[in-house]
């Protein structure tokens, strides 16, 4: 499932991770680390919702 920043619009996609911060393709956005936040907006986990 993809989860899409609702400050930004950017779209979390597990399949792509987020490589350009140490998140592997294939980690879930529920494994993501707690501290992880958004790389367009910089906005945190809790400002995401399912796509």
Same mark, same amino acid.
């Given at each position: 499932?993809?989860?899409v920043c609702q400050v930004c619009g950017y779209v979390y $996609?597990?399949?792509?991770?987020?490589? $350009?911060?140490?998140?592997a393709a294939g980690t879930e %956005?529920? $494994?993501l680390p707690?501290?992880?936040?958004?790389p367009v907006c910089g906005? $945190?986990?809790?400002? %995401?919702s399912p796509e």
């Open positions: 499932m993809k989860y $996609d597990p399949a792509e991770g987020d490589p $350009d911060n140490g998140v %956005f529920a $494994d707690a501290e992880w936040v958004c906005a $945190d986990k809790d400002s %995401f």
